[in-house]
């Protein structure tokens, strides 16, 4: 079965080369409005095409409708850029993401706690609760979920919920670090109060695209 992070990984390379190329022969030009029109161009191709997998299809069809509402203001390549970026620094050599693991989400929440972060992570979230932090920004994890998500070798093999309040922005840069990336459920209703959802999934293999970090020029 083709995943989603390998085969959106291939799109937007794919893509950013398409555009190199025409570039190169002189068939786009290096300015925002040409590269527009060459990305839309070939997205429409690619859709008609059937190029890659169907697991990639409405994400497609997504730029596709952007790219034509919102003409260069849709920024498809830095868009693709991002997203390469993103995909190329939690990829191994042979093209899979890496591994989480118990090690990495214990490192990951010592980060947090670095940057004053509140980790909540002994107690079972099992319904609607309030979760009091005096102010300070906050992690809970559902214990029970998390040991169910974790396997004898210590690596995530199920998708486990983060229950965040706080600078998500900078929650996202951290998870990146460790090369964990984030999948919103919600940004603010959840299990707890005032708290989002995010998921993180095993090999990060979320169906959809994940929360983008910050892009260090």
């Known amino acids: 079965m083709t995943i989603f992070f390998n085969e959106i990984y291939n799109v937007v ?17 290096k300015n925002p409005v040409s590269e527009s029109i060459f990305l839309s161009a070939w997205v429409t191709k690619v859709l008609k095409q059937h190029s890659f997998d169907r ?5 497609l069809q997504e730029w596709q409708q952007q790219s034509r509402t919102m003409g260069k203001n849709a920024q ?48 079972e979230v099992n319904r609607k609760v309030s979760h009091h932090t ?13 040991a169910a998500a974790i396997n004898d070798e210590g690596e995530l093999v199920k998708p486990l919920s983060l229950y965040i309040r706080g600078n998500v922005q900078q929650f996202i840069d951290i998870a990146y670090q460790h090369s964990i990336l984030l999948f919103k459920i919600t940004d603010y209703k959840s299990k707890v109060k005032f708290h989002g959802e995010y998921i993180i999934y095993p090999l990060n293999t979320g169906t959809h695209l994940p929360e983008l970090p910050t892009r260090i020029l």
């Not at 697991?55 to 994400?59: G, H, I």
């Open 55 to 59: 697991c990639v299809v409405k994400t």
């Open 13 to 29: 390379s794919s893509g950013l080369t398409a555009l190199q190329a025409a570039q190169a022969t002189g068939k786009a030009q």
């Open 134 to 146: 005096d102010g300070k920004a906050s992690l809970v994890v559902c214990s029970a979920q998390y």
């Open 76 to 123: 498809l390549k830095l868009h693709f850029e991002r997203l390469a970026e993103t995909y190329a620094k939690v990829t191994d050599e042979q093209g899979q993401s890496i591994a989480i693991t118990s090690a990495v989400m214990t490192t990951f929440y010592t980060a947090l706690e670095l940057q004053d972060w509140l980790v909540t992570n002994e107690y």
